[in-house]
C-alpha cells in the first residue's frame, strides 16, 4: 500500500510543479508561447483532478501466481519511475482473474487477496486461496485472513448514504463478463431489484472508456437515468473509477435548452410514445407545404405579376428534392419563388436590368406584404415548441394528423394552448426538432459562431506550425480546446449543448419504461447502436414501456445485434425480503429473474396491522421515527423511505414531519428537515419517486391502495413489487384491515 500511495503522491507533486511553474509564466511571451501554456496547464489540472479522485481505496486487491509474483489491483495504473508496474487497473487484462478466476478455472493464479482500505488505511484483508494445493492455503490460515465472500457481504451490511459507490473491489464474475463485453454490440442486463445492474453498467462506461479511450474520447459516454434524484445518487460512481466527463441526464433534459418538469397521465403517456406518433409529426410538418387557395397578383411599379400554381408545385418540388429540414429548405422554396416572380416581372419590361437592379427588384419582392403572407402560407417557418403547442392544442387538426387515434385518445390528448411541455412531449419534440431543423433566427446565430470557430481552429493549426510542434502529442483540436479551457469536461459540455451532438456509447437505465418514441430519440444521438440497456420487465411500470425484450430489441436493433444477460443473484435485500417480493411478483404474474439473496437479515420483514385509517399515519409517524433511531447517522449515512399512494404522500408527510419535530433534538431534525430533495435521509413518496434507489429500511403504506391507484393490474404488480425490494436491512409493512382484505401479501 505504501509503495502505491508513494507512487500517487510523486506523481501529484510532479504535477503540481509542473502546473505551477507554467503558471508562473503568467501572460506573457508570444501568442504561441501563451497558448502552449495554456494546452499543457489544463493537461496537468486534468492528470491532478484525477490522481485526486482515486485517493480513497486506491488499492483493493492481490494476485498471487505459482511463481510467487504479485500483482497488486487498483483503481488506476501506477508505474515508478524506472517503468516497472506498481498497480495494475482494475480495467485491464491482467485484473480479469480477479474477478473470474475460480478453484477449478484459475489459470496460473494461486491466491486471490480482497484488502479493505479507509482512504489509507488498511481496515480488512480477506484471502481466498484458489489452489488448494498451493503453500499459500496453511499461510492464509495461520494469518487468520482465509475468508470467502466477506468484502462483498460488508459492503452490503454497511449503511446507505445516498450516494451509489462503485463496486469495483467486489465485482462477481458474471458482472465482470458483462463489464468486458464488446464495444460494438447493444448489451441488454437483465436483473431483478439488487443484483447490480446499474452498478454494472456504470463500471461497463468506465471499463470502454478505458479500453477504447481513442475511438471514444471525442465522442463521449452518454448516461441516461428515470430521474434527476437518481443521476444524484449515481454520479460519484464514474470519477471514483478515474473517468470524468461522461454526460448525465433524463428523457426530460436530454434536448438542451427544454426542461419538462410536468408528467402526463399513464393513458397519455402510452400514446405520445407510442411509434406511430412519427407519423403524426410527419404529417404536421407537411401541411405546412401547400399550395395557399388564394394566389394574389402582385403590383410591383405599376406592373402585375401574378402569383401561379404551377409556380409553387415546381419550387416545392425543388425544395423537398433538397432532403434538407422543413425550415431549411425553405431558403430554397422562398429563394425559387422570388426568383420566378422577378423573371416574370422583367419579362414586362422593354429593357434588360443590371445586376444592381435584379437585385433591387428581389428586394422589393421580399418586402412585399402580400409575398410574404403568401409564402409563409405555402410553407410556414416553424419551431418545434410551437408544432408540439400546436398539435395538441387543436383536436380536429390532431385528429387529421394521427388518423388512428379514437376520439377518447383525442380527448386524453388534447390540452389548452401554451400548455407546459411534459416529459412524454420531450421526444416528440425532437422529432419535430429533427423534421424543422433549427430556428431560422437561432440558425444564424449558430453560423457565426460556426464561423468564429472555424477561425479559432486555423489559428491552432497556424500555432502549431509556427512553434513547430504538431508532433501528434499536441494536436490543433487539443490546443484549440484547452484555448476555450478545454478538458474531457468540456467535451462534455459541448455535447450536452448540442442536440445533434452523436455519442460513441449510451448507457439506459430503467430501459424497461421507455417508450417507443424514447428509444428512437436515443438511437438518433448512437448512430452506431452501441448500447449497455439495463433494466427489469418485472419493474415495467409505464403503460408503453417493455415487458419482453425481444420484442423491443428485435425491433430497434434486428435479432442478431444485441445479447442478452441475466443477473440472478439479489445483492441487496435480505433473503426474507427478496423472497416475500419474488413470490408476490410471481403471483401476479411477473417474470422474476432473481433466483437467490447472498445473506440472511433476522427481523428484516415486519408487519404491522391498524384498525383503520386514523390510526394509520401515527402508526407509520411512531414506526419511522424509530427506524431513524436505529439507521440514521448525523455524519448523512443511512436512509429511509416510506413509500405510498401519491393521494396519501403529503398527508403522511406532514405527519411523519411533526412527529420528528417533537421528538428529535432541534439540530438533528433541522439539519434533516433542511436536506436536498434528492439526498434527504428520509423520504416520504410515491413508487416512481425510489426507482433504482436503496434504502436501509422501507415502510409500505397500505399496499392495497398502491395496487388500486395503479392504471393497470400489472403496472400495480410491478409498483409494489419496486417498493417491496428498496431496503438493504428492513421491510415494514403498514396497513389497515380493509387494505390487508384487498390485496394479500
Not at 81 to 106: C, G, K, M, N
Not at 305 to 328: C, E, G, S, W
Not at 611 to 626: F, G, K, M, S, Y
Not at 673 to 698: H, P, Y
Request: net charge negative; hydrophobic share 40%; charged share 25%.
Amino acid at each position: 500500500m505504501t509503495r502505491a500511495y508513494d507512487r500517487l503522491d510523486s506523481l501529484r507533486d510532479q504535477a503540481k510543479e509542473r502546473l505551477a511553474a507554467v503558471r508562473a509564466a503568467g501572460s506573457h511571451g508570444s501568442p504561441t508561447q501563451r497558448t502552449e501554456r495554456d494546452s499543457f496547464a489544463t493537461m496537468y489540472e486534468d492528470r491532478l483532478m484525477q490522481l485526486r479522485a482515486v485517493e480513497d481505496r486506491l488499492v483493493f486487491g492481490r494476485l498471487d501466481d505459482v511463481h510467487g509474483k504479485r500483482r497488486y489491483i487498483g483503481r488506476i495504473g501506477l508505474s515508478s519511475a524506472e517503468h516497472e508496474p506498481i498497480l495494475t487497473d482494475w480495467r485491464a487484462e491482467a485484473a480479469r482473474p480477479f474477478y473470474e478466476a475460480t478453484p477449478s478455472h484459475h489459470g496460473d493464479i494461486v491466491m486471490r487477496r480482497h484488502i479493505t482500505l479507509h482512504f489509507r488505511e488498511v481496515t480488512g484483508i480477506e484471502d481466498e486461496v484458489l489452489d488448494v494445493h498451493s503453500d499459500q492455503v496453511g499461510k492464509a490460515q495461520d494469518a487468520g485472513t482465509l475468508t470467502g465472500e466477506g468484502a462483498l457481504l460488508a459492503s452490503l451490511n454497511s449503511k446507505r448514504t445516498g450516494k451509489m459507490t462503485d463496486i469495483v473491489a467486489t465485482i462477481q464474475a458474471e458482472q465482470d463478463r458483462i463489464i468486458r463485453a464488446p464495444l460494438d454490440r447493444v448489451v441488454i442486463v437483465q436483473g431483478g431489484p439488487g443484483t447490480g445492474k446499474t452498478a454494472v453498467a456504470l463500471h461497463r462506461a468506465a471499463y470502454l472508456l478505458y479500453t477504447h479511450r481513442r475511438r471514444l474520447q471525442n465522442s463521449g459516454v452518454l448516461v441516461i437515468g428515470p430521474s434527476t434524484g437518481f443521476l444524484h445518487y449515481i454520479d460519484q460512481v464514474l470519477p471514483s473509477l478515474g473517468e470524468t466527463g461522461v454526460v448525465s441526464r433524463t428523457i426530460a433534459d436530454l434536448i438542451p435548452g427544454f426542461v419538462a418538469s410536468h408528467e402526463d397521465g399513464p393513458r397519455t403517456a402510452m400514446l405520445k410514445g407510442d411509434w406511430r406518433m412519427r407519423h403524426t409529426i410527419e404529417n404536421a410538418v407537411a401541411a405546412r407545404e401547400r399550395i395557399p387557395s388564394h394566389l394574389p397578383v402582385i403590383s410591383l411599379n405599376g406592373f402585375k405579376v401574378p402569383m401561379l400554381r404551377d409556380d409553387f408545385n415546381q419550387a416545392i418540388a425543388d425544395a423537398k428534392r433538397t432532403r434538407q429540414p422543413h425550415n431549411k429548405a425553405r431558403e430554397t422554396f422562398v429563394r425559387d419563388m422570388l426568383a420566378t416572380l422577378r423573371d416574370r416581372y422583367v419579362e414586362q419590361l422593354d429593357y434588360q436590368p443590371n445586376q444592381a437592379e435584379l437585385y433591387d427588384i428581389l428586394t422589393q419582392l421580399r418586402m412585399n406584404d402580400q409575398v410574404r403572407i403568401t409564402l409563409n402560407k405555402a410553407w410556414l417557418p416553424m419551431t418545434g415548441p410551437w408544432l408540439i403547442d400546436q398539435l395538441f392544442a387543436k383536436p380536429q387538426q390532431l385528429k387529421r394528423f394521427a388518423p388512428w387515434l379514437s376520439d377518447d385518445d383525442v380527448n386524453a390528448l388534447t390540452r389548452p394552448k401554451g400548455s407546459p411541455l411534459t416529459r412524454s412531449d420531450i421526444p416528440l419534440l425532437d422529432e419535430a426538432l429533427e423534421l424543422l431543423g433549427p430556428d431560422p433566427k437561432q440558425a444564424a446565430r449558430q453560423a457565426a459562431k460556426d464561423a468564429k470557430r472555424a477561425e479559432e481552429e486555423q489559428f491552432a493549426k497556424d500555432t502549431l506550425a509556427q512553434a513547430g510542434i504538431g508532433s501528434g502529442i499536441v494536436t490543433s483540436q487539443m490546443l484549440l480546446d484547452n484555448i476555450n479551457g478545454g478538458s474531457d469536461e468540456l467535451i462534455a459540455q459541448h455535447a450536452a449543448a448540442d442536440r445533434e451532438w452523436t455519442y460513441g456509447h449510451i448507457v439506459v437505465d430503467e430501459a424497461q419504461e421507455l417508450t417507443a418514441m424514447d428509444w428512437r430519440m436515443l438511437i438518433r444521438r448512437c448512430p452506431s447502436r452501441s448500447f449497455t440497456i439495463v433494466g427489469d420487465v418485472a419493474q415495467t411500470s409505464a403503460l408503453g414501456g417493455t415487458r419482453s425484450w425481444a420484442k423491443t430489441m428485435d425491433r430497434l436493433f434486428g435479432p442478431e445485434h444485441w445479447d442478452l444477460n441475466e443477473l440472478t443473484i439479489d445483492y441487496r435485500n435480505p433473503q426474507e425480503v427478496s423472497d416475500l417480493a419474488s413470490r408476490f411478483a410471481e403471483h401476479e404474474g411477473l417474470y422474476v429473474s432473481t433466483v437467490k439473496a447472498v445473506r440472511h437479515v433476522d427481523d428484516s420483514v415486519r408487519r404491522i396491522r391498524v384498525a383503520d385509517e386514523t390510526a394509520l399515519n401515527a402508526r407509520v409517524a411512531e414506526e419511522t421515527l424509530a427506524l431513524a433511531e436505529e439507521y440514521v447517522g448525523d455524519d448523512g449515512t443511512g436512509r429511509i423511505a416510506v413509500i405510498a399512494a401519491s393521494q396519501h404522500v403529503a398527508a403522511l408527510r406532514d405527519t411523519v414531519t411533526d412527529r420528528l419535530r417533537e421528538s428529535l433534538p432541534r439540530d438533528r431534525f433541522t439539519r434533516l428537515s433542511e436536506q436536498n430533495a434528492w439526498d434527504r435521509q428520509i423520504m416520504v413518496c410515491t413508487t416512481e419517486e425510489v426507482k433504482g434507489l436503496e434504502f436501509d429500511a422501507v415502510i409500505v403504506v397500505q399496499p392495497g391502495e398502491i395496487e388500486q391507484s395503479s392504471p393497470a393490474r400489472l403496472v400495480a404488480a410491478a409498483d409494489l413489487y419496486v417498493a417491496m425490494t428498496r431496503p438493504t436491512q428492513r421491510l415494514l409493512i403498514v396497513r389497515t384491515e380493509d387494505d390487508e382484505r384487498q390485496l394479500t401479501i
